[in-house]
């Protein structure tokens, strides 16, 4: 798990994109912004308590000012199996029962830390008020979720090298029109759109602890430094320098 606060002090628009390996919990401090999901907008203000389960495909927009305090949880703390359903994104207004037990958690993982590149995490360490939101009732997969999840996992471990939806098509037996509309129906992005922004969700897992963001760029299949920040600027709203100096002090 990890934790920080993050304040926007101007507007910026946020392409449609999702945390494939994560929850986040968030507890909005200041200001207002748009949550936009795929059949909801929302509008978020001061006091809301948000949580956004993995592969729930997001945009935020942001008018002007908006401040808050975000823990991620490594989906490996769920029960929860992989569904892009937007009606499991929780906001509740005036979340006040719930900031002394988000903000005693935040302080927790800011003095122990644990690792999201981590590959076993343990649930106990959630706190009980916020373990009912990992827990849902499992659902079937059928053959086209299997090749989703194929789909997905060939991201995880290869996202480090040019990948071709035509080299999608012929790992998983669909035509490249097929595999597209499926993967954008049920994950909600495109599958270049999900690779983008895996690789963007990697990099700020490396920004943690390497300072050299030409190597963060190769490492995480980027083409150059310049390409690197373009797209990170654009999916996070800041340039890497900038996240790292947030990540790093909090």
């Known amino acids: 798990m990890e934790c920080a606060t993050i304040c926007y002090s101007r507007s910026h628009f946020f392409p449609m994109h999702l945390h494939p390996d ?39 927009q942001i008018d002007d000012f908006f401040y808050y305090k975000v823990i991620r949880v490594p989906k490996s703390y769920s029960f929860i199996e992989e569904s892009n359903d937007d009606s499991r994104v929780m906001v509740i207004p005036n979340g006040f029962t719930y900031k002394p037990h988000f903000d005693a958690w935040f302080d927790s993982i800011q003095q122990n830390p644990v690792d999201l590149m981590a590959s076993k995490a343990e649930p106990l360490d959630v706190p009980d008020i916020f373990k009912g ?7 079937n997969t059928d053959r086209l979720q299997e090749l989703l999840k194929t789909t997905i996992i060939h991201f995880e471990t290869n996202y480090n090298r040019p990948i071709l939806v035509e080299e999608l098509s012929d790992l998983t037996y669909l035509s490249e029109s097929h595999l597209q509309r499926l993967f954008k129906n049920k994950v909600g992005i495109s599958p270049m759109r999900y690779l983008l922004n895996l690789r963007i969700e990697k990099a700020k897992a490396y920004i943690k602890t390497n300072d050299r963001f030409t190597d963060i760029a190769y490492d995480t299949g980027f083409y150059d430094q310049s390409h690197f920040n373009k797209y990170f600027k654009m999916n996070v709203g800041m340039t890497p320098k900038r996240y790292a100096g947030l990540i790093k002090n909090d």
């Open 133 to 139: 939101y990992l827990k849902n009732p499992s659902s």
């Open 22 to 60: 994560l929850f986040t919990f968030s507890y909005i401090l200041g200001g207002s912004a748009r949550l936009i999901l795929k059949n909801a907008s929302i509008i978020l203000k001061e006091n809301d308590f948000v949580i956004i389960p993995p592969y729930v495909a997001h945009q935020t």
